[in-house]
């Protein structure tokens, strides 16, 4: 890091500092919420559009689509992305990773146990899988964001700016979001517990880009 660019982000520390508890006084504002209200306003009526798109082919591919969060399918996933980056001599990508990933997995976890709310309930919506976990935050879009977030950063760290980067983000973007509609669509989950997902997976991720920022630069690989 030049000692000009040193310098501009110590002049900007503070303000990043600020803004991060902001955000998560915000995220702990949102997570009560969840947990005291029975639904957020329009969340049936969002639940409901989204279902009465339902045909064949659109049920099976939101539930391929959901199956990605499955820990059965999400953790060889995980595993198999690390050995590729392992192979390609990218060393220190790869336990970021795993260690990303594994703190996302934590975070729902942690936070599912305290919120507890309840999934969406037949009598409003259409249950198209069951699940006995709580419903806030979607571990499935936490996973997504955190596993697809994390890779993200390690191609545009390690890619040079080029037509198949820009694509490759394309897509990782459309499948975040595209996770985030099937678990609506599957009526797993409400809006809020998407948008939770969104909001937590950002912060994990955010919060490991920082670590790996701290991290001396022999470990870093850069």
Known sequence: MSTGTLAAYRSTKP????????????????????AVVVNFPW??????????????????????????GVLEVAAPLVAITAVTL??????????FMVLTSSAGR????????IVDRPRPSEDLVQVLQDAASASFPSGHVVHSVVYLGALAVVLNLRLRPSRRLRTAQALIVALV????????????HWLGDV???FAFGAAVVAA???????????????
Not at 43 to 68: C, G, P
Not at 87 to 95: D, K, M, P
Not at 106 to 113: E, N
Not at 208 to 222: E, F, I, M, S, Y
């Open 106 to 113: 934590l975070v729902t976890l942690v936070v599912k146990g």
């Open 86 to 95: 392992f192979i390609a001599g990218w060393r220190a990508e790869g336990i």
């Open 43 to 68: 969340e049936v009526t969002v639940s409901t559009t989204v279902q009465s798109w339902r045909s064949a082919w659109l049920d099976t591919t939101m539930r391929v689509v959901s199956e990605l």
């Open 177 to 188: 979001l595209a996770t985030g509609l099937s678990r609506i669509y599957l009526g797993m």
């Open 208 to 222: 490991a880009v920082w670590t790996w920022r701290a991290w001396p630069k022999p470990l870093r690989g850069d």
């Open 195 to 197: 948008v939770g997902g």
């Open 15 to 34: 303000a990043w500092v600020v803004a991060g508890v902001t955000y998560l006084v915000a995220l702990g504002v949102f997570a009560y919420f969840a």
